[in-house]
């Protein structure tokens, strides 16, 4: 069993192309997926699609590069779209992107904290895009308090220091097809030092495809590739990889009580 903790289905196509990706993660052995928002148009899609798939669970939030253009109604919007929708299982993809600075960084921060007190306020996991700014992205979820509701550092590229810090504050890491390019030596020396039940794998689909597809658009039933990569890392079997991973993701989005296993369109 595996499940991609981090997907846009929104983003791999249209309705029948969407149905046939699904399709084949059940077939590659995918229990559950989570589908993300970035903005309140692909949040409310994610959305759409938990009604859809039974195996598909979803996220709302804006991601930082985004931040710049909501309005002041987005988080009131966001509360109307989780109390309507059971399946949303989390709050992002928010945070701070310092390397691109599509946003302004304090609009970034702003947005930022304002995602942690929404979390906080209905009990959802975070779901954290942090890229050069690893000291900010921890200063603002210590002063938030964000361990309350903990969460997912998403596609981890950041160093070792920082990853520890979050696992303090009750946040799992969560790694990408990224752990197999050949660049990437020193992001999978974080692996290797990182607990096993801190774990979760993902796609970050379309974006990310792993070797020996990189460059190809990406889907969820390629996770597998980031579980073998990590099984090799840590010398162990991949089950374990896919077991121990499952079982994390389960636990941190609340997904327990759901079956995903013989999960069809609804």
Do not use: W
């Not at 209905?122 to 361990?147: G, M, Q, Y």
């Amino acid at each position: 069993m595996l499940v991609d903790t981090h997907c846009h289905l929104e983003m791999l196509g249209d309705g029948q192309e969407v149905e046939e990706i699904i399709l084949r993660a059940r077939e590659a052995s995918l229990i559950f997926m989570v589908t993300i928002g970035t903005d309140f148009a692909s949040s409310e899609k994610s959305c759409e699609l938990t009604r859809q798939y039974n195996d598909v669970f979803a996220t709302v939030g804006v991601h930082p590069h985004e931040v710049k253009t909501i309005g002041s109604d987005i988080f009131d919007k966001f509360r109307d779209l989780i109390e309507r929708h059971p399946k949303i299982r989390g709050i992002g993809e928010t945070g701070l992107d310092f390397y691109y600075d599509h946003s302004p960084r304090e609009t970034q921060k702003s947005a930022f904290v304002n995602h942690i007190r929404l979390a906080k306020e209905r009990a959802l996991p975070l779901v954290i895009h942090s890229r050069n700014a690893p000291k900010e992205t921890i200063d603002i979820l210590k002063k938030e308090k964000a361990e309350k509701v903990g969460g997912i550092i998403h596609c981890f590229t950041e160093n070792l220091e920082m990853a520890l810090a979050a696992i303090e504050l009750n946040f799992l890491i969560s790694f990408s097809g990224i752990i197999t390019f050949n660049n990437s030596s020193s992001l999978r020396e974080v692996v290797s030092q990182i607990p096993l039940d801190k774990i979760l794998i993902e796609t970050d689909s379309p974006f990310l495809s792993p070797v020996p597809f990189r460059g190809k658009k990406n889907e969820p039933m390629r996770v597998k590739h980031v579980a073998e990569k990590i099984a090799e890392i840590k010398k162990v079997p991949v089950e374990k990889i896919m077991s121990q991973t499952t079982e994390n993701a389960k636990r941190i989005y609340g997904l327990s009580s759901f079956s995903g296993e013989s999960s069809g369109t609804t």
